[in-house]
């Protein structure tokens, strides 16, 4: 590999391209993974360490004793299953409704019907977190305020985004699917329910998954309709850690929590991969 | 009309075109005119009805409450309110935090957005090559992309700290003294840094449009003499217009609303009780996006009439530009088929 460049001509300068390639490709993947890595290895650093200006690269003394304070100084188990208590119900409820949505577009007909779906296109890019605000104002008006009743009622109104989703799958399937069950006599909901659904599982596993993802990234929401004691991990980890005693910022604790904060979106990523890139694909080939 | 063609595509993919069209004309014969007397028009609009409800409840109402609150001195609290006309829309303009705001964001937007296209596409085509552990690559570089917006900012918060960060560290092993990256002159352009990081989400897109683009296409171009970069300004390009054109919209209205990330990366965050985000006098200037100014008005300065003014003026000027970049589509995406004809390929 290194230097020994066994003759000219074009083997060689593929292999000398191959090379530059690899190298190219190696520099930017240590770049994208920098800040993962500099995290780890940050939140393996003692307190008096993580503090210090005399920084080394590797950590002194591996500290794992961080790991279980970003799980005791704070409620982390509380923050999780607040968080676990709406992204549920939430990724649920609009996985079902963006389903009927995306089957209502793709399979029936009405008068309206295409124009619908050009509007439901285009409010899907109404600014979502413009909107976030007011909702939050007027949601204190009738006093569904640190409740989990937002996110219910999100999930109830279907996303364009998955609605699309759903629709595309649903619109390639072959009519014959509800022909038989017509003739059996069989009303459109069951039709959905036992025809439709059952098929789409890679679809619906899609959808709450990326839907699931949404809220336990989302920071902006929960944070201004929730108060502490209902907050998510999100809104945890962006207040940190303090030390009980001198109330200084424990930035390597920080690092850790961040880190099992970060895991299952990792580990779900990795198992669902395919799920990922293509509601990604997807969506985003064609709006 | 179109839609049936869309829902036949899946099925007849492998039939041979002679079945196919008999198949096809035996459909349209069964099918066509009865098809519509099967059920009512109320069941597509049934089903569709946690949307359109749903959007009317939850944005359509909101919205044009948050309008209403514009033209009062609503304060989120007391019941003393009135109107104040266009108090709050001259009041914006006499506000230098709302021109520094707006500039700050346009500078922002013109700048990661094609940054992030340009960064997604190329390495798009990079990883778009048959090399050995190619999906490694792709999976590091797509990563980024997934993790949560908190995460990303504290681990930027990390790394370029003044004192214990990653890059100083490297810095100063070639003498050079600290930098306040996460301070005003750098603040804004680390800022920026961080929404490059998640260039891969684009990638991955722009990676299934490449894997979409017939070899027989490229290679034939070679065959008739055409170099790398030709291949890809003639055909790749032209092909991956309308992926290019989509992201770019949701790419602008998306980083014209950045507003998690400049508060989590005040230096008054984590710093001593109480956490410091609510209080956005600390966000560096370079941070201080339009949607910062918006958030304090809300949440630290109860001024509620004057933000919703803030808000709508944003929604009016994101309209605006999102309809410019639908106008100008016309010009420069390229669309293979009729649009109508066939929803997307897979």
Redesign the interface.
């Known amino acids: 590999m290194s230097g020994g460049g066994m003759t000219f001509g074009t083997r060689a300068d593929q292999r000398r391209s191959r090379f530059l390639t690899y190298t190219g490709l190696i520099l930017l993947a240590a770049l994208f993974v920098a800040p993962v890595a500099w995290n780890f290895l940050y939140s393996l650093k003692s307190a008096a360490e993580s503090a210090s200006i005399n920084v080394h690269l590797l950590p002194q003394h591996a500290q794992w004793g961080t790991y279980k304070q970003a799980l005791t100084l704070i409620d982390f188990w509380q923050y999780l299953w607040n968080t676990l208590l709406i992204a549920v119900p939430y990724a649920t409820l609009i996985t079902i409704t963006s389903a009927l949505v995306g089957f209502g577009f793709a399979r029936l007909r009405a008068r309206g019907r295409s124009g619908l779906f050009v509007l439901m296109l285009a409010t899907s890019m109404v600014p979502q977190i413009l909107t976030v605000i007011p909702t939050y104002v007027l949601f204190t008006r009738i006093h569904l305020v640190n409740t989990r009743w937002p996110w219910v009622l999100w999930g109830l109104a279907a996303s364009p985004f998955l609605a699309f989703l759903f629709r595309q799958f649903f619109a390639s399937l072959p009519a014959e699917l509800e022909d038989a069950a017509i003739l059996d006599g069989c009303g459109w909901l069951r039709i959905f329910a036992r025809i439709f659904l059952p098929l789409s599982k890679p679809v619906l596993a899609t959808s709450f998954i990326l839907s699931f993802t949404w809220v336990w990234g989302d920071f902006f929401t929960p944070e201004i309709f929730l108060n502490n004691d209902k907050t998510t991990l999100a809104v945890a980890m962006g207040n940190g850690y303090t030390d009980p005693v001198t109330d200084t910022p424990l930035s390597n604790v920080l690092a850790a929590g961040t880190m099992f904060y970060v895991l299952p979106v990792l580990i779900v990523f990795f198992l669902a991969q395919r799920s990922f890139v293509r509601g990604v694909a997807t969506t985003g080939l064609k709006g | 009309m179109s839609?049936?063609a869309?829902?036949?595509?899946?099925?007849l993919e492998a039939v041979p075109p002679r079945a196919l069209a008999a198949r096809g004309a035996a459909?349209t014969l069964q099918?066509g005119p009865r098809?519509?007397r099967?059920?009512s028009?109320?069941?597509?609009?049934?089903?569709?009805s946690?949307?359109?409800?749903?959007?009317l409840?939850?944005?359509a109402?909101?919205?044009f409450?948050?309008l209403g609150?514009s033209f009062t001195n609503f304060d989120?609290l007391s019941g003393h309110w009135h109107w104040v006309g266009f108090a709050n829309y001259t009041k914006a303009w006499h506000d230098p935090h709302f021109w520094s705001g707006l500039r700050t964001t346009a500078v922002y937007g013109v700048v990661t957005v094609p940054l992030s296209l340009a960064g997604g596409l190329g390495?798009a085509v990079?990883?778009n090559?048959r090399?050995r552990a190619v999906g490694?690559?792709r999976?590091?570089?797509y990563?980024?992309s997934?993790?949560?917006?908190?995460?990303?900012t504290?681990?930027?918060k990390?790394?370029f700290?003044r004192?214990?960060?990653?890059l100083?560290?490297v810095l100063?092993w070639f003498g050079v003294g600290a930098v306040g990256w996460l301070s005003d002159p750098w603040a804004f352009k680390i800022m920026v840094l961080l929404a490059l990081?998640g260039l891969?989400?684009g990638m991955?897109?722009f990676?299934?449009?490449l894997q979409?683009i017939p070899a027989e296409l490229l290679e034939a171009a070679t065959v008739d003499g055409a170099g790398a970069w030709q291949r890809f300004r003639r055909i790749t390009l032209p092909i991956l217009s309308?992926?290019v054109f989509?992201?770019f919209?949701?790419a602008t209205?998306a980083s014209?609303?950045t507003?998690?990330q400049p508060l989590?990366l005040s230096p008054a965050?984590?710093?001593?009780?109480g956490?410091g985000?609510t209080d956005p006098t600390h966000v560096q200037a370079g941070d201080y996006l339009y949607?910062v100014h918006?958030?304090a008005q809300?949440?630290d300065y109860q001024q509620?009439g004057y933000?919703?003014a803030l808000?709508w003026i944003?929604?009016v000027v994101?309209l605006v530009i999102?309809a410019a970049i639908l106008r100008s589509s016309s010009f420069w995406v390229y669309y293979e088929v009729e649009q109508d004809g066939k929803?997307?390929?897979?």
Not at chain 2, 6 to 11: K, W, Y
Not at chain 2, 146 to 152: E, G, L, Y
């Open positions: 839609d049936d869309v829902s036949d595509n899946g099925a459909w099918r098809r519509w099967r059920y028009p109320w069941m597509f609009y049934a089903f569709v946690p949307w359109l409800l749903g959007f409840a939850l944005t109402i909101p919205m409450y948050a609150m989120g390495l990079l990883v090559r090399l490694v690559f999976t590091i570089f990563l980024p997934v993790i949560p917006v908190v995460a990303t504290l681990m930027f990390l790394l700290d004192n214990t960060g990653l100083n560290t100063s990081w891969g989400g991955v897109i990676l299934a449009g979409g309308p992926v989509f992201q919209v949701f209205i014209l609303q507003v998690v989590l965050v984590n710093s001593g009780a956490g985000f949607m918006v958030y809300f949440f509620y933000g919703a808000l944003l929604f994101i999102t929803a997307g390929r897979r």
